[in-house]
């Protein structure tokens, strides 16, 4: 059975630094891209970037390149989304997802969740 | 970034009703589209993929349809398990964006 579990909510103060994590199993972990989705209080999904465990190959929206950073253990099938120093604004629930992409037959989705990851950030 | 835009915002429905929501991109994505369902404090869910794709598990009253820029999603008979929010997804070119959303609630 395919899974992603990540890490527990975290309460944090602005300026702290913070790395929540997405392990993957029951399928081959560095054959898959897994990505990370924000979705802040009340909103919408916002794609924020994708990592592929196998080589560390990392892609980031424009809108969140510079903010975060995304890494990755292929030796543990995990991947991570980490801050620097956290705002107020970062506060949202933060999912992973297992991306499925064979883009010459038009596929690009995210087909597995995480359960998410609740960050608030608040002094 | 491509401008996705679903209609309508959110919609009232009972039991039994066809639903149909829309998704209109900024411009021609092609087949790339995919269909999300978020129910309240769970993890977003994919119905449909490559525009009319049905994701393995998903029941056969969700079908999709579309290519180019007008996409739509329909629920033939809503169940009480469909109320939920849906949400279109354009995967043509990076960054991915998401719709809006549709609030689908029971009238």
């Known amino acids: 059975e395919v899974q992603l579990v990540q890490s527990g909510a975290e309460v944090k103060k602005p300026g702290e630094s913070l790395k929540i994590s997405c392990k993957g199993s029951g399928y081959t972990v560095t054959s898959y891209w897994i990505g990370w989705v924000r979705q802040m209080p009340g909103k919408g999904l916002e794609w924020m970037g994708v990592?592929?465990?196998?080589?560390?190959?990392?892609t980031y929206s424009p809108s969140f390149q510079g903010q975060v950073t995304i890494s990755a253990d292929k030796s543990i099938g995990t991947a991570y989304l980490q801050w620097s120093s956290l705002q107020a604004s970062d506060t949202a629930m933060y999912y992973c997802?297992?991306?499925?992409?064979?883009?010459?037959?038009?596929?690009?989705?995210?087909?597995?969740w995480g359960q998410g990851t609740l960050v608030t950030v608040s002094s | 970034d491509i401008q996705m835009t679903q209609s309508p915002s959110s919609l009232s429905a009972s039991v039994g009703d066809r639903v149909t929501i829309t998704c209109r991109t900024s411009?021609?994505?092609?087949?790339?589209l995919n269909w999300y369902q978020q129910k309240p404090g769970k993890a977003p869910k994919l119905l449909i993929y490559a525009a009319s794709s049905l994701q393995s598990g998903v029941p056969s009253r969700f079908s999709g349809s579309g290519s180019g820029t007008d996409f739509t999603l329909t629920i033939s008979s809503l169940q009480p398990e469909d109320f939920a929010t849906y949400y279109c997804q354009q995967s043509y070119t990076t960054p991915p964006t998401f719709g809006q959303g549709t609030k689908l609630e029971i009238k």
């Open positions: 997802a297992r991306r499925v992409m064979a883009t010459r037959l038009g596929l690009d989705y995210f087909d597995y």
């Open positions: 990592i592929y465990p196998g080589d560390s190959d990392t």
């Open positions: 411009q021609s994505i092609s087949s790339f």
